[in-house]
């Protein structure tokens, strides 16, 4: 359902959540790795997050990636918008284009309502959540 892109996304975040702040910032070459994620392509992604305020950024000496406290208070949706669009995870699962409540793909009623919830849960689970599960160990991620 996620995009690989969303995923390295996803991770990078969480890892920048755990790793940094305004005076720890982090290098794309400092994160790559410990996520497994090519360098190029996480580069992307970041300056992707950066451009929409998902993450903080600064040039230069001393530059680098980290989560302000505005950022880290953002929804898990806003990353997911970002790299794949919100459209994305409301499209039909057989992708076919005409598919909606009038007219069912034969899969739309048995996914809509787990559909629904997962986008309501997307909206309201912010990154300060999952980086407070991953440091209490509720949840983990091999970082």
Not at 12 to 21: I, K, M, T
Not at 48 to 70: C, K, M, N
Not at 82 to 104: F, N, Q, Y
Request: proline share 5%; net charge positive.
């Amino acid at each position: 359902m996620f995009s690989n892109s969303s995923k390295y996304a996803i991770k990078a975040v969480l890892y920048l959540a755990l790793h940094s702040d305004e005076d720890n910032k982090l290098a794309v070459k400092d994160i790559c790795t410990p996520i497994n994620v090519p360098r190029a392509y996480l580069a992307k992604l970041l300056h992707d997050l950066s451009r929409h305020q998902i993450v903080s950024s600064t040039r230069g000496p001393g530059g680098g990636f980290y989560l302000s406290a505005e950022n880290i208070n953002m929804p898990l949706m806003a990353i997911i918008a970002v790299i794949d669009g919100k459209s994305k995870m409301e499209s039909c699962m057989l992708s076919l284009e005409d598919c909606s409540e009038g007219k069912p793909c034969p899969l739309h009623h048995l996914i809509s309502s787990s559909r629904t919830k997962l986008l309501k849960s997307l909206e309201n689970e912010t990154i300060r959540s999952l980086a407070i599960d991953l440091k209490s160990k509720k949840t983990f991620l091999p970082l």
